[in-house]
């Protein structure tokens, strides 16, 4: 049992040999999981928070699942197709049983959908769902979600991370699910105390193998010394959202370090609806040219996520790994902000939140002292979360964006922060436009790529964007657990054990 | 004696109220939740819909005139995040707060009276410049700093004491004191000052002349007379205790009503900061409210202004 010790000159040893230095040595038949906020409900289809989300995957199931190389694998759905370019027919698993031992068929799918959009029942995460017309059951075991047009990214609709998907059982169980949830999943919902724990039990008839923990508790606890501190004295096994100063610390003895590049993507845009130096794309070149990001990644996540070539996380799909960003020449830079007549440089807003995102403000900092150098005076502008989703609603983001997204597809990227008009776009582009549209109007999955490659050729000569990185999601485990973390952030424990 | 309570209480009533006006349109200047309650990728007409659909389009007098309706039967509105009853959310979590600020208080007192009485007795010696620096370093240090100073020492380094939650007392040992810290340090010093200036009145200097042991004449003739002021102080911390409580039960990640808050507040939560402050305000103005009628009981001079 390896401790360090903060302070030694005011460790009484007497005292720390008196008593146990691990409070509760965690048990290999219980495991908690400490993040930061609590659950809000435990309905899937009334909250839009991945630490509710974390818990209520534990109790229910979606449609599909994604494996550890973030490939889409059968969950309550066994096979997938499409019939015609606006049917999605899902095949489901029989003899699968809810929690109170209803059986799930596709009345349930159909139910879950029907629920969920309905615009009476105010699901948060409607828009993921939103494209989903009707919902037919064929038979007790096949059910077609059809959409009005071709829908090629149905399949992040439906898994787990769509949250409001997640199967619930029909009828009268479906009554009290904020407060008694009755899921189809590896564990069972034993207790919730509101903003102390959620406390889950096995469910051994699982339908993929019982699981090999027997409890399961979820603690909030916001403050990271406090998630750290519960770690290192056992009191809980995984800790969410580590910084990356602290993995040399945490990285062996009783505890380990997992992490994983997340889907999610730290970037600029730019906005260029109005009349700035923005609007000029040597401009927006310059930009890409004069930010090291390869430094700043070293520099503040320890070299830890992945550098992004393009506004797009590496493992989406139709990512060309032969893209390339720009590199890293201010001399470059200028000559480009010279040609585009701004010899000494001009002035800029930067407009973001900060503590939103890990080393967020750090990470604009190292980027204004970048543009700096190359003569462009940044200042920062930094919102309070109300007052930027104000100003984002009435399209008052200004200058430089640092504002965060995810999604594995482009058309869940590009489309929503470039196609012109678009509530997030401060871009305009015709050519782009016809692209982004033809990507999303057919599944074929060839066409897809050569459309999206097309897209970012266009994408990368005109610089809408000053892509940075995929970040890094970092856990604190006890080294005696054997779990994997997700680039989507959901955490799964049907595999977990100890030993 | 009537006269006075009744005044009291119509001042009580209209604090209440005024409060509740207050937040009411202060939480609302900064514009409504739907945005930030709606997925980042909603589109404008979702985010249109949602606020429909919440009322949150209808003009504020409207809004007020339904709030003021139903909080006067009793319903103060559902959570938006929780979609639960927002003051039962607030209720639920009520206990464990007073237990953590009743812990604290009980701290302060315990710690602060004997510190405040050695500090005015053994005036201008060690005593006193200890325990002038302990309440010194107790009103300065800020509470999360103490807080997460603590759970270092006692969890991560000594590993004696739960770094979270709540369960049995010793997980109210570290919150206790980080939020007792500035109580302590006030009452010290108050209790001290008192007890000077009444150590050098006329009556003790007779009491000494008559041969009173040093004993009796602290604890029974000076205590008596320096402790007035020094309840009052320690009935207003108990406001400042629930205060406070907001960080120090964030950092020790306890279930009180300040996480509660604090997370309404980040997520515009309207209801369920209408119905925090509302009952926060209820609490504090009671305890205003005994305090005062304390004091007429005592002092029959302020019934009669």
Known sequence: MKRRDFAPLLATPLLARALPARAQPASARMLTVAQPNDAQTMDPAKHSAFPTANILFQIFDALLTQDAA??????????????????????????VKFHNGQEFD???????????????????????????????????????????????TMLYSVYEASFATLIVPPGEASVNLATMPIGTGPYRFVEWRRDDRVVLEANPDYWGGAPRIPRVVFRPIREIRTRIAELRSGGVQI?????????????????????????????????????????????????????????????????????????????AFGYDPSWKPYPFDPARARALLAEAGHRDGFAITLTSRQGRYMKDKEIMEATIGFLRRVGIRVTANYLEPGVWAQVSERKGREGLIFGGWSGRDPDLVWYPLLYTGQYQSYYTNLALDALLVQGRSTLDEAERRRIYNAAQAIIHEDAPFLPMLQPPLIYGLDARLSWSPRTDSMIDLRKASFG | ????????????????????????????????????????????????????????????????????????????????????????????????????????????????????????????????????????????????????????LFSETWGILPPSGRGGWLNLVMPAMALAAYSTAIITRLLRSSMIEVLQSDYIRTARAKGLAPLPIILVHALRNAAIPTLTVIALQVGALLGGAVITEEIFAYPGIGRLAIQAISNRDFTVIQAFVLFMAVVIVSINFLVDVAYALLDPRIRRR
Request: hydrophobic share 50%; proline share 7%; no cysteine.
């Open chain 1, 70 to 95: 973030g490939d889409f694998k059968p969950a309550l759905a066994l096979s997938w197709s499409n019939p015609d370019p606006l049917t999605w027919r899902f095949v489901l698993r029989q003899g």
């Open chain 2, 1 to 152: 004696m009537l006269n006075f309570l009744l005044t009291r209480l119509v001042h009580a009533v209209a604090v209440v109220f005024g409060v509740s006006v207050a937040v009411f349109f202060l939480i609302r200047i900064g514009g409504d939740p739907s945005a930030l309650f709606l997925p980042p990728e909603a589109s404008l007409e979702e985010i249109a819909r949602f606020r429909h659909l919440m009322g949150f389009d209808q003009p504020l007098i409207v809004q007020f005139r339904q709030f003021l309706g139903r909080a006067l039967q009793g319903d103060f509105g559902q959570s938006l995040r929780y979609d639960q009853p927002a003051m039962q959310l607030v209720l639920e979590r009520f206990p464990a707060t007073l237990e953590l600020s009743g812990a604290a208080l009980l701290l302060s007192v315990v710690v602060a009276v004997p510190l405040g009485l050695l500090a005015a007795v053994q005036r201008g010696r060690l005593a006193d410049r200890v325990g002038l620096f302990l309440s010194l370093i107790g009103q300065s240090f800020p509470t999360f700093w103490l807080a997460i100073m603590l759970i270092l």
């Open chain 1, 239 to 315: 800790a969410v959202d580590i910084p990356p100063e602290d993995i040399a610390a945490l990285d062996g003895g009783a505890t380990k370090i997992a992490n994983i590049a997340s889907d999610f993507l730290y970037f600029f845009n730019f906005e260029t609806l109005k009349p700035s130096p923005l609007q000029d794309k040597r401009v927006r070149q310059a930009i890409n040219h004069a930010v090291d990001v390869d430094a700043i990644q070293r520099a503040l996540l320890g070299g830890l996520g992945t550098r992004i070539a393009t506004v797009l996380p590496s493992n």
């Open chain 1, 106 to 152: 596709a009345t349930a799918v159909k139910f879950t959908f029907d629920r969920a959009l309905d615009p009476a029942f105010r699901a948060p995460y409607f828009s993921r769902i939103a494209a989903i017309k009707a919902v037919e059951v064929v038979d007790k075991f096949t059910v077609d979600l059809k959409t009005a047009a071709p829908f090629p």
